[in-house]
């Protein structure tokens, strides 16, 4: 077993079914040692997993839980795109868009959902440059989409 | 005629003029390879063609119509900078910004408009990595921005 | 002295402390001759300089000087983690993402206060491909943040 999967194994984790992309476009794209990440919110294969507006029908630990599902789901789409998940050497960049109510702007605590995840499972590899900017009215109604840039290895 | 070329008058579509910039930035930066391209609405030289929020004053393919057009509105940008479409070799990541009313959620419809084009014309090479976050108020109210980096050859 | 320290000094400008990032995340991310820089408002360490949403609490000039002060802010970042300014040597892309009312749409005018500065200090390697979508509700309720891709000299 990989050394990545082994670690998201004794982390407990499970990933969900990669996602189906609802649209002509690949949920990862390799060029150039780099990996481009589609925006993914929490979604096992075609189900939606948290839905809603942070601040208004979800609370801020529910908008963080949402993006580290939404690093699952992510990783799960790296692991069926690129087979073994130890290829990924180094997280470079993040965005998330955060789906909020108007007088919620503690965006940073959403998306560190993300980022910690990310870094459990891979270590200082895993730490990245991110923003977190507030997105208008969210594909599918989720409260977070993330997407990436990860560094690969052949 | 570059095979592109020929491509998009086969598809029976016309380019419109390359976007005027409103304020100092490139339309597109080429470095390393890569060509990293601005955020297009579907534009006509300064006109814009298409304005208003997506599920209120537009439907969801009205909002597929601007995409489309945003996608021949930076090939047009493509074309005044790199001569030579045939030089774009692989689209790798699109983020579309899509404007619209709070309960519509369809985000993935309306930038399928820019992504479907750009396989149409591009074939496989044209297939992305892509986000479809909502945006806030948007630049000029158009119903969406696309942005995106490609690969090119010398 | 650096060549962009001493042009930032003749500007008669000062650089804010690097801003102090909320999670676990990096400032600046430096990879394949690249520094991805995260999103940045206007801001002093963990002070933030500028608040409010453009057309309502600010207007259109008090974004472009938000979006000018965020410049400063990202090149504060660059500074502490490049250690010499110099090593920029061209700015690739950049995304400003706007808070404003529901009728503005002039984003534009406001990401200019980042790109006019950027290119007053870096000449024409300064000059970049940009997004300036508008965002919903914004980290920490500031009117802009911004992200970058710049090139990097060992």
Redesign the interface.
Known sequence: MSRIEARIEDLGLALPAPMLP????????V????A????HPAIDGSTVLVQGVV?RDLTVEEGYEAARLAALSIIASLKHELGDLDRVT?W??A?G?????????????V??GF??LI?EIWGEAG???????????????VPV?I?A?V?ISE
Do not use: C, M, T, W
Request: without cysteine; aromatic residues 8%.
């Open positions: 609802p649209g002509n476009f690949k949920l990862v794209n060029y150039g040692g780099l481009y990440i589609s925006g601040g180094s470079l960049r965005v868009y955060v789906q909020s109510a108007p007088e919620f702007h503690d965006n940073a605590k998306v560190n980022s910690d870094i730490r990245h440059a991110r923003s977190a900017p507030g997105q208008g009215p969210s594909p599918l109604d989409i997407d840039i560094a």
